[in-house]
């Protein structure tokens, strides 16, 4: 919906205001529709406005509500507004706006940090306490909205995107070698609070951080869904389970229509987004605006899945558009693509759903996505294998998933970015042994849900669509349908092929044949098999003079990947010298 920027003073000094602006214009994309800058005491805020609820300027933020004491900034939609301001307004509250922003201040008036309990919604939020100083951040249950932190001595800063922050100058930009070897595992997912950079840091989803006017900091996690089975289930039939995921991503796409604007869809032809498009028909949606994307093909390999998206756009009539784009336009839109990444994403699709989204923005300004569903509901091929690994849980999990063991990492990296310990196995091992998951499975999808799912395929919609104000909303990360999922018996999930039970449910309302396809993935095959300028594009990039004085790979790994691009390629990892390549694109795109 929006992105926000920040500065707080942690001693009594002045906030730099001017450096604020100038942080918060550089998200003009993700909110073209209004900007404003507030300033009190030792913080200041800045905010981009894309115009989805209230459009009138009392819905302008930075929002005072001088009646409170409370100003605050927001990125991200609150589904449930209307129910909480009726709540509200009973228990005396005056409203001088129609804007879910202005509920959360006076939520945060009435239940104190508790208020996020009541939040059913995506978002990172800052409220500032006029009369105390007092500050609190907080980011969503799923992480779905991003908020990005760096410290310099006495002062935070804090912004939507990484690339603000370093628009207001001063961050350490030195690269983290625990991140580095977290990119190089895991996709280039780099797991909170780490980033890439030495110098920033971005807050975990479903935390709180508070700042008090002494300096005091206090953060805590105020949601964790059980991985264990729910004993007042325990008699649920595989049919009472297909009932309750089908009536709860009913809800949950339900809540997602909230808007002042037209809501669409973007429709891959896969079971996820299909299942969407089913039940907002149910909703007596009509002409329900549904988008598909394709890319020519390359490498033997199609780039489109038109035929299903077909299927579906016919079932339901919707007004479907076929948006068709030639290998040449990816090239230029490349740079701009990386360039709005706020973290270097290696996922090929990064630039599909950029292009995807500069057309759909033309149309609407809101869409509803299916992303999420494989991890919530077990639908990739490492997670079979979970069930059988016994007391080798760690092992079974990093053989189907992890990009390279240790030994491979410190052999892709310089001797100054090499490391003793195995920070990425340790990580992961950590995760696995926490409270709260009861069997292999479990682990696996609990850190796929928190962790991976959240820097990869959540962030990279994110930051693709609200590269062109468009905000895209995931019914499947509905907190409550994913606390349903996470007590659900892991054999339903892993039924035919993965995701049984939402197969199981979707069948009564999509047809089979979306259903009983083979799974796909979001292909764009000029960066699968890299070739022709795109080859030249990661080969000038690895040679030129800023990677050659930053140092990170190994000159015999750029060597052997580029003597055999398209030796390595797996549907997971991809293809690993773009891995390499986009990294060191992403850095020198940002001048680094």
């Known amino acids: 919906m929006c992105g926000f920027a920040g500065e707080l003073c942690l001693k009594d000094d002045s906030p730099d205001v001017a450096a604020v602006a100038t942080m918060a214009a550089t998200m003009s994309d993700r909110g073209p529709d209004g900007s404003g800058v507030w300033s009190n005491g030792r913080i200041a805020l800045g905010h981009r406005r894309l115009q989805i609820i209230d459009l009138s300027e009392a819905g302008a933020q930075p929002m005072v509500d001088p009646e409170l004491g409370l100003t605050v900034a ?30 959360i201040a006076k939520a ?13 919604g995506m978002f990172a939020i800052c409220i500032v306490e006029r009369d105390s100083g007092r500050v609190l951040f907080a980011r969503d249950r799923l992480g779905i909205k991003p908020l990005y932190l760096t410290e310099r001595p006495g002062r935070l800063r804090f912004a939507s995107t990484l690339p603000a922050l370093l628009a207001g100058g001063g961050v350490d930009t030195d690269i983290d070698p625990v991140a580095l070897h977290h990119y190089l595992t895991f996709h280039s997912i780099v797991p909170p609070p780490r980033t890439i950079l030495a110098g920033v840091s971005k807050l975990p989803p479903a935390t709180m951080l508070t700042i008090e006017p002494d300096g005091r900091r206090n953060q805590r996690e105020y949601w964790r869904p059980s991985f264990e089975r729910d004993a007042s289930k325990a008699h649920w039939s595989e049919r009472d389970w297909e009932d309750a995921v089908l009536e709860a991503l009913r809800v949950s796409v339900r809540r997602r229509l909230v808007a002042d604007v037209p809501v669409g869809v973007l429709l891959s032809g896969g079971l996820d987004s299909s299942l969407v498009v ?130 491979a990492r410190n052999a892709a990296l310089s001797p100054d970015y090499r490391l003793d310990r195995d920070v990425s196995t340790e990580f992961v091992a950590a995760h ?80 089979d044949a979306v259903i009983d396809r083979p799974k796909g993935y979001f292909p764009v095959p000029a960066l699968k098999h890299l070739q022709g300028p795109y080859l030249d594009l990661v080969r000038d990039a690895l040679h030129a003079p800023a990677a050659r004085q930053r140092g990170l790979f190994a000159e015999s790994e750029v060597s052997r990947l580029l003597a055999d691009p398209n030796g390595n390629l797996t549907p997971l990892r991809g293809n690993p010298l773009w891995q390499l390549g986009l990294l060191e694109l992403w850095l020198q795109g940002h001048g680094l």
């Not at 104190?112 to 059913?120: R, Y």
């Open 74 to 103: 927001f990125n991200g939609c609150i589904y449930n507004y209307p129910e909480l301001r009726a709540e509200l307004q009973q228990a005396g509250y005056r409203f001088f706006s129609t804007s879910d922003t202005e509920v």
């Open 108 to 120: 945060y008036r009435q239940w104190g940090d508790d208020f996020v309990d009541h939040l059913l």
């Open 278 to 407: 089913g039940l907002l028909a149910e909703e007596g949606q009509r002409g329900l605006a549904t988008f598909s994307i394709g890319f020519e093909a390359a490498g033997g390999e199609e780039g489109d899945e038109f035929k299903y998206s077909d299927v579906i756009a016919r079932e339901f009539g919707t007004d479907h558009h076929q948006i068709r784009v030639a290998t040449e336009r990816m090239l230029p839109a490349l740079p701009r693509a990386i360039a709005a990444m706020s973290e270097p994403m290696v996922s090929h699709d990064a630039v599909a759903f950029f292009l995807l989204s500069e057309e759909v923005s033309k149309h609407v300004k809101v869409v509803q996505s299916g992303q999420g569903a494989d991890e919530v509901f077990a639908g990739y091929h490492w997670y079979p294998p979970m069930r059988e690994a016994g007391n080798d849980e760690l092992g079974t999990y990093a053989r189907a998933f992890f990009d390279r063991d240790l030994a």
């Open 432 to 511: 696995f042994g926490a409270p709260g998951a009861e069997t292999a499975v479990d682990k696996a999808l609990r850190i796929d849900s928190q962790i991976m799912l959240v820097d990869d395929p959540v962030k990279r919609v994110d930051n693709m669509t609200m590269a062109w104000g468009l905000e895209a909303r995931v019914p499947f990360l509905d907190h409550e349908l994913v606390e349903l999922a996470a007590a659900c018996p892991p054999e339903l999930k892993l039924a035919q092929e993965g995701k049984g039970v939402l197969k199981e449910a979707g069948r009564r309302v999509i047809p």
